[in-house]
């Protein structure tokens, strides 16, 4: 060990103290961030760095003035300016944004989900808004965020032609189970469903439109490549066959309201969709609603600065019930969660539609909708950083265009917190049915 | 470990479920666990409860929160846990819970009411835990690798049953992991100097305080104190000084002395990231009077002391001015065997037995001494250590630099809360195979380790960092 520089006794820097508890949480987990030991009423800078699987930085920070004890608590005490302010608990992570420098359009998704996310939470004296790293900071400690709880099992499903993960909780089960759908941009996402399953829900994540089967043939996947997913589930040992139900963000919001209709095989205990519409050509199915969108897409725009906004493709709400889902024969519980601020989809208008239709057909007791406003398309697992555009690749033009998403980042956040919450109680309540349920159902989010 | 005594065919009927010939992915799955699922619960009809832990990744000094939900109402239910040593050894503990009217079951709120423990006890699967009915005997709980979680399978069981029954139903688990490290905690070996240890250095840019970390004469190099103090923002050396492959020494001696130990406090204190004066030491057993040696005859100056359970002076004769000793295992005057044969090391240490020129000046002493005591301590005599101890400060003017902790039913063995006590222990295996008794009963011991280790980390803040 050299010596290199001795610290004198009146330097009070030993004593400052950053904990975060705990220090590896689940990504849906609360955090508490304690500053202690710096002098009364000092300006202090608390900082989060990450850098994501693409090796790409990402960073929050929040100024404080520490209390008469030289306390901060982020829990508690409010931030005056940062990347984000107020009382924000967990405002680290969820104003997350990519540091100066860096290339537009990133969005953060963590694609190996049996490794955690790392971030190292600083402490600074001052109120820094930049340059953090030529600074030395007074303390810095490494936070873990796991999508995966241990003893989750993740297992690549490529039966039946299907390209899908399951996630299996530990334990004998049996579990109920969950079809996990993204959207447009296809691959294989598998975070939301690993969460889940570290909730107790045997979720399988499920690749439709970059899956074995379209990159070799060409073509896009029927009604029976979902049956099949299904079926899967269905007769898995492990999984409860009669509690099975369908989550979508998206265009998996078309999928999953699709099948929950019209389908004969697969019979959803309940659905929840984030973002999608009801619209879609009832003839056919996802070749010929991604056709659809190719036809309207006169109702395209950009922004001013090259955004492109999708959300009056499927605009105006057609009458005509050729060209849309007929929820009024719905027989399952639907959560629908919407963002207001949505500049990809029309989740709005979709969902005004289908509570009318719901209500004339005489089941709209089976709807529930949550409506944000000010967040945008990209309503995901809470505390993550909000996108309001990203780089995206159509998986059917190959295209890669500026997509704007929409949302402004502190309702956006506020919304993946709640929606969230309210999604596992849903969930829980349809796939655990009858039984008597306790005050504490979600307790421990 | 679970076993039915029906044909796989009347389980069959009974779940109503094909099993389709080639799903050899999910037929492996299956196994036995299934099986026995399948039978009890009518699990064709309603999905399993839920066992949940919060955080499912914890420190070991950290609280966890287990609950079941979705449980019919007042139903009654096993938690058991169960976990691998890094020796392979099986541990494992369970309570005897009844679910609420609502189906809910709350470990940090409802009571057992049998089992390994009993009464409203959040963390005490994991301080009961116990080496299972057939495992080797005289085993002691404690991790070698700290850089790796203990994997703890916690599972509820149908009723209130033994986890080694016969018939069990397991209806619910969740794996939860304990830690000794934080994540971004260095561990650094250290063979310098002729020093042998291992230093854990917290994240960050420092600088920061430090603790020395001495152990017993169980020998070794000890780590997962070191690692947790590390955890919580000081950097921690555990330092070896007997039964090392790497302090080549006769058998059964002390060969290294006051040259050692202070080689070891200087190397931390002229490490980049330590505040050199602001370094405290902390000893158990043995380590405790070398803790009080090197305050008061090695001329370095540690800001505080913390011992648990120790002689303050050598419980072995010392073949040399500068602290190295003889066998000690020729010493045995002062062995006392109980009626199983087991040896109680306690007597030993009564101050009168203890080599007078060895014994401490306490009048030298500078800094803060804290003194933890378990009073039913049957390998050192530390409440007539500690009374000693105080005595001679007492004498010397300097009562004020001490703070005595003392704790009934609790044994010698005080470590990091959560664990579980060891009574006693295989002390050697060769020639003769020989247990130790530590002392110390499971619940005082328990509430013991968590008071005063929350009582040490305190005293480190206020000593080392005000």
Known sequence: MKKKYKFKMDNKQCCVTLSVQPSRGLVDEKFVVLVQNTLPSSLLTIHALHRCEDAHSWHAFAHYTSDATGAVNVSEDCSMSGTY?????????????????????????????????????????????????????????????????????????????????LFLPSGPGRFPGILDLWGGGGQLVEYRAALLASHGIATMALDYLTCKYTMETGKIVEKDYFETAYKFLQKHPKILGSRIAMLGLSLGTSVTLKMAVYSDVVKLRCAVCINGSHVQPMDGFLNEMLNYFTEHCRNIHFTKDNEVVWRDILLPIPTDLSRKVDVGKLQCPLMLIIGEDDQNWCPCESAIDMKVMMEQAGNSHLLTVLSYPNAGHLIEPPYTPHARSSLFKDVISHQKFMVLWGGQTLEHSRAQEDAWRKLLVFLRKNLYGDVKTGASLVSNL | MFRVHLSVNAILQLTDIKMKPGFSVYRKLAGLEWLTGAVRWKSNTRPAPI???????????????????????????????????????????????????????????????????????PMGLFWSIQPAPGEREGLRLRKKNVETPYMVHISLLEGHVSPSEQQITELAAVTAERWYIAPGVKRIEIRQNGVVGTLFVPPGPGPFPAVLDLWGMGGGLIEYRSSLLASRGHISFSLAYFGHKDLPSPPNCINVGDSYFKTAFQLLQDHPQVVSDRIGIIGLSFGCYLALRIATRTGVQPSCLVCINGPMGSTVPLINADGRTDQFESFQEYWNFDDEGRVIFKEISLPANLLPESLVKLEKLDCPLMYIVGEDDLSTSSTENADLIEKSLQSAGKSHLLTRLSYPGTGHLIEPPYSPNARESMWVIKPKKLITMWGGHPAPHAAAQEDAWKKILDYLEKHLRS
């Open chain 1, 85 to 165: 302010s107020g009382v924000e608990a967990m405002g680290l992570l969820w104003s997350l944004k990519p540091v100066p420098g860096s290339k537009p359009g990133l969005r953060m998704r963590k694609k190996n989900v049996q490794a955690p996310m790392v971030v190292t939470i600083s402490v600074y004296k001052g109120h820094l808004t930049e340059d953090f790293g030529d600074r030395v900071p007074l303390a810095s400690v490494e936070v873990e965020r796991w999508y995966m709880a241990p003893g989750v099992r993740r297992i690549p499903v490529t039966e039946d032609g299907l390209t899908a993960t």
């Open chain 2, 51 to 121: 066992l949940t832990a919060a955080p499912v990744r914890a420190l070991i000094d950290e609280q966890m929160s287990i609950k079941g939900h979705f449980l019919p109402p007042h139903c009654p239910v096993t938690v058991c846990a169960r976990m691998h040593s890094d020796e392979g050894d099986l541990w494992q503990s369970f309570a005897h819970y009844n679910a609420n009217e609502s189906g809910v079951l709350s470990l940090t709120r409802d009571p057992s009411v049998g089992g390994s423990y009993l009464g409203c006890e």
